[in-house]
């Protein structure tokens, strides 16, 4: 599903340059729950960025699901993107003045997908997300847990066949990071959708497929979780 070689991320800046990824090669299959683990700066979200296309990478060859995003201009990797890739943040990044149901739709909305259609499917992922009765309600008025449920509908709604996640359960208690995590493998065993989530937090091992860990720019092991919730 993700094939990365040779990936290097330069930034640069009045005369200094650091180098934020040095030569990293990954493969995920399809299916997969990865989870990238290291220090902070170690180069996890530089990592996700570049991967999924929200960073250009310095050098090195990108493939998602059988396509080079390298090749691409700016317009195709958007496009790409909304049509392929779904993305969870930590701050959630709803938009404050529309509802659940309007943050969930979105992405199809920005496809043009008609919105009698686009309504539906949202309603259909708040449902799965457990939230079918807050689809009115707007994100000052949910709890932390329930606006992360609405970031992830909005993440599934194209049917992505890779999911991005940063830091998901980052701004949540221990009990409700717990419960994003289930749905997030209940999700994953039900749809066979790829989750590449970058995270500081230890206890999203057991979750995983597989877990990756960071350090200076590079990968510096890669071990399958033997006992996996």
């Given at each position: 599903?993700i094939k990365?070689?040779?990936?290097?991320?330069?930034?640069?800046?009045?005369?200094?340059?650091?180098?934020?990824?040095?030569?990293?090669?990954?493969?995920?299959?399809?299916?997969?729950?990865?989870?990238?683990?290291?220090?902070?700066?170690?180069?996890?979200?530089?990592?996700?960025?570049?991967?999924?296309?929200?960073?250009?990478?310095?050098?090195?060859?990108?493939?998602?699901?059988?396509?080079?995003?390298?090749?691409?201009?700016?317009?195709?990797?958007?496009?790409?993107?909304?049509?392929?890739?779904?993305?969870?943040?930590?701050?959630?990044?709803?938009?404050?003045?529309?509802?659940?149901?309007?943050?969930?739709?979105?992405?199809?909305?920005?496809?043009?997908?008609?919105?009698?259609?686009?309504?539906?499917?949202?309603?259909?992922?708040?449902?799965?997300?457990?939230?079918?009765?807050?689809?009115?309600?707007?994100?000052?008025?949910?709890?932390?847990?329930?606006?992360?449920?609405?970031?992830?509908?909005?993440?599934?709604?194209?049917?992505p066949a890779?999911?991005?996640?940063?830091?998901?359960?980052?701004?949540?208690?221990?009990?409700?990071?717990?419960?994003?995590?289930?749905?997030?493998?209940?999700?994953?065993k039900k749809?066979?959708?790829?989750?590449?989530?970058?995270?500081?937090?230890?206890?999203?091992?057991?979750?995983?497929?597989?877990?990756?860990?960071?350090?200076?720019?590079?990968?510096?092991?890669?071990?399958?979780?033997?006992?996996?919730?």
């Amino acid at each position: 599903m993700i094939k990365a070689a040779g990936l290097k991320k330069i930034y640069r800046s009045m005369g200094t340059q650091v180098t934020a990824l040095k030569g990293v090669d990954l493969n995920i299959e399809k299916g997969e729950i990865v989870a990238i683990l290291g220090p902070s700066g170690c180069g996890k979200s530089t990592l996700l960025n570049c991967l999924s296309g929200i960073d250009r990478s310095s050098e090195g060859y990108i493939e998602i699901d059988g396509t080079d995003i390298t090749k691409m201009n700016d317009n195709q990797l958007t496009c790409f993107r909304a049509r392929n890739m779904g993305f969870i943040f930590q701050s959630y990044n709803l938009i404050p003045v529309l509802n659940a149901v309007e943050n969930a739709e979105l992405p199809l909305l920005v496809l043009e997908t008609p919105e009698n259609q686009a309504r539906k499917r949202a309603l259909e992922l708040l449902e799965i997300v457990g939230l079918k009765d807050m689809a009115k309600k707007i994100p000052d008025t949910m709890s932390g847990g329930e606006r992360q449920r609405v970031a992830i509908a909005r993440a599934l709604i194209t049917n992505p066949a890779v999911v991005w996640a940063d830091e998901p359960t980052g701004a949540l208690d221990t009990k409700t990071g717990v419960e994003i995590m289930s749905l997030i493998t209940e999700l994953n065993k039900k749809n066979n959708q790829t989750f590449v989530i970058v995270t500081h937090d230890q206890r999203i091992i057991k979750y995983a497929d597989r877990v990756i860990h960071m350090d200076s720019g590079l990968i510096v092991s890669s071990e399958k979780v033997e006992h996996k919730v």
